[in-house]
């Protein structure tokens, strides 16, 4: 169980990302973090795993507050919190392969990854991972040769070299075609629905959320709009989460 | 704009204004810089540089074995009183005839060769009673081995006696062979290739860690509480003290027990088992778990000891090393300087090892108190971290600031131990005291940002430095030559690359680097796995550009003493000689162009 307790990030020069949110998340469930461009999602996500320091509020995971963890206790926290990025993030001049063990950092002994020493165990699973997301042909080129959609699969690959026990994605589909974007969401949620996993996932389209998630928050301007059912987001809901003169599409 | 809307005149005014401030400048810059166009048509200097003009278009690199052949002929310069005295001429070898067959100074005569040997050419001088050759002209034979020329005698005192007037022909045989010259100019240009190889090599091997620590982005992350600061700091300086005393120590010990071979070689055995041995079995797969209090101070006890047998076993294959080395130069022959090689990286692993230990134990000791200090500064309450700091960051600045104040003591020889230890050591303690007093002491303090500005100062400050300045330095320490220049452009290459590499790093994507962080990796992890291939290719494309310049400066640096091609350089333009010079030169200009090409081709490859 995740629970955010009135988090607040204030960047340098008093820009409000975050006010006072707060919200619990089930184990297994899939989460949809919805809102505008610039409402504070991304902030939200970075600030679970503090690649963002909060400048206050909690964020106490399984009984363990990870605000207060200190550097060494935050390494071991966040092996276990795949993250997926909207621009995939992997190092492109890297092998595929490479992308997805670097996903294994947290666990491996630290001399040994810096001469890039990885364990059988380690390989095994990192052509498992591959051959889940349908790439494992790819595994030896480099990463910046592969498509769009089969950069994220990596993505997703590395993720679950964590084991992790949440996975945060943050707008994973936004720089993909519709029909890719169906293919991603869907290993996002063969990972929720079969490992386990609690997904916390933020969408721009709302049939998505509708489509994926087990719940939605919304968020506005850093403050928190809605806590419910996807079903739940009627018209009056929609204009008070996307402003007066927004216009449902899709 | 508002120019257009003012008055004709007053537009007029500010242009012929304009006008005059320019004409005024240019002309004070004409009477600064001596520009005077008279000279240029001075006949002696045109002369003079049509003849170095010529000898540079004529390097001396090859040359010909020559026969020569003197066909003299006695004339009177100024005809003699009465009667001119008959020349006998001998035709039946080669002879030249000049008509008239005697004149006075500066009249042009015309000087006829026959007979000669077909298709060649030379210079006709005119021989003074003392033996000065003045060139009258040059010939070349046809094919029936005749000539026909016209010069100017020479405006010479009057002599009654017979002087000489002597056509030189030459003749080439054989194939072109290198000259001496020639030989040499390569020998140095090799010397200067490699001289600028060893430079880049040395400077690029401390460039890149520097690199990291000059990189804003990477840097400016690093924020770590007072109490951490401070015994990071003092660790520092007690780990490289200790470090270095007991490596020095070590060294003693195992010098004074040499003198046996089987000593030395059964000891590098023993340690290079020992160590592969220790590494087997400690290093698993897995991370360590953070362990219970008792086994993580065995395990520091094993790394302290394992420190120690290294320090040895480095000392024992430094040893090694010069036996070896020395012992292979006289029977590899020619390729001894493998031997040498090998006995000089030798001397220069012991010489280092005490320098890395110091760092290394630095590193651990320094590590070890940012550890104290944030676990410290987590779990106490601010009271009693305020007291600790207030004792630490006191003890930590009086240190730092002793330091200085011995440095300027070296420098300055102040010799006066309150101005140079006791009053900066005060005056440190009071601002560590002071620091403590100011901000929060849980407050995480921009270290990393400190860092990196103060290797951005030193980097800029060696680097405005002209490689042939620091030479001058170098040359004094290790001698007029080759090494002194490498030392020079070392040390210059390791700020300049320095910056370039650092602000490489500053300009890598961040989007990796965030989500090799969010797997929970350490600071090394990240650093190998989002920066590193990152950076690789402008790495390698600045290094070879590098070398490139180090190759340009190396032509230069030996007008310091600095070895290469430029100390041959300039000898032979202080000589006057400029078809060795402007060989020189040549091999400059192949040398450098050919690096261009290349290094371009290889940054092709890589970026």
Known sequence: ?250 | MRNLRKKPVVRWLIIVGVIVVVVVVYAFGFSVTDVNFETTRDEQRLTSLTRILRALAHPDILEYEQIEQDVDLPFHLPCPQGQAPPINVDTRGAYIVVTPACAGPKDIVTIEGFKFLPNTAGPVNFIAQSGVKLQLGSFKTDSRGHFSITGELPNRQPIEEAQTIRATARQNVGGPRVSRTGKLVFDKIVETVFLALLATTFGAILAIPLSFLAAQNLMSEIRTPLTSVSLTLLGWLIGIGLGGAIAVQIGRLVESTLGDNAFITGGVVLGAFAIGLASVTTLTHEKEKTSELNARLIRTVGYGLAGLAAIAISYLVAYMMLLVGEALIEPLGALGFLGDFVFQLGDSLRLLTPAFAALIAGGAFGSLGGRVGQQASDRLDPRTVRTINLAVAALAGAALFALIGAAIDWFYQVLDLTQTFVIPAIVGAIGGALLTLRVDPRQPLPIGYWVYFVMRTIMNGIRSVEPLVMVIVFVVWVGIGPFAGVVALALHTVAALGKLFSEQVESIALGPLEAVRATGANRAQVIKFAVVPQIIPPYISFLMYRWDINVRFSTIIGFAGGGGIGFLLQQNIRLLDYRSASAAMLAIAIVVSSMDYISSAIRQRFV
Request: glycine share 8%.
């Open chain 1, 1 to 250: 169980m995740l629970e955010v307790k009135n988090l607040t990030k204030i960047y340098p020069g008093d820009v409000l990302a975050l006010d006072n949110v707060s919200f619990t998340v089930e184990s297994g469930e899939f989460l949809a973090v919805i809102g505008l461009s610039g409402s504070g999602k991304s902030t939200l996500l970075r600030c679970i795993n503090r690649l963002v320091e909060p400048t206050d509020g909690q964020v106490i995971w399984n009984g363990v507050d990870v605000t207060q963890a200190s550097q060494d206790e935050l390494l071991h926290i966040r092996r276990k919190i795949g993250m997926v990025f909207q621009n995939f993030n992997l190092v492109n001049r890297s092998k595929v392969i490479t992308n997805v063990l670097s996903g294994r950092l947290g666990y491996v002994n630290p001399a040994l990854s810096l001469i890039n020493r990885f364990s059988k165990n380690d390989m095994e699973m990192a052509r498992e991972q591959l051959e889940r997301v349908g790439i494992a042909d790819q595994a030896q080129k480099r990463a910046d040769e592969l498509s769009g959609g089969q950069q994220q699969r990596v993505g997703i690959a590395r993720a679950m070299m964590q084991e992790p026990e949440i996975v945060l994605a943050d707008e994973p589909v936004a720089s993909l075609d519709p029909v890719l974007a169906h293919s991603i969401m869907q290993h996002l949620e063969d990972i929720n629905q079969n490992e386990g996993v609690m997904v916390i996932c933020s969408l721009h389209f709302l049939d998505l959320v509708h489509r994926y998630a087990s719940r939605a928050i919304a968020l506005n301007e850093g403050r928190l709009m809605f806590d419910g059912p996807p079903k739940a987001i009627d018209d009056a809901r929609f204009k008070e989460i996307y402003g007066q003169e927004a216009e449902r599409v899709g």
